[in-house]
């Protein structure tokens, strides 16, 4: 499975577990809404500082969310 199809599950997954729309955490996370869908499309290559910003929105850390049988 390509990397960025790993990390759009993995922030679909936590993003609706937390219970916000994509509207809403692209507001909490400074990101625009349609560049969320397409991370969780796996169509973008995400940057290190924007996977911190989602970390972060998420309330989690980068290790969280990195630490998942997926990345494995």
Not at 9 to 28: I, V
Not at 30 to 46: F, P
Not at 48 to 56: F, L, P, W
Request: with cysteine.
């Amino acid at each position: 499975m390509d990397i960025r199809v790993k990390i759009g599950s993995r922030l679909k997954e936590l993003r609706t577990e937390k219970g916000l729309s994509q509207e809403k955490f692209s507001f909490l996370c400074e990101l625009d809404r349609t560049y969320i869908a397409s991370i969780e499309q796996g169509k973008r290559n995400v940057s290190v500082a924007n996977i911190e910003k989602i970390a972060k929105a998420l309330d989690i850390s980068v290790y969280e969310f990195f630490n998942f049988n997926i990345f494995k």
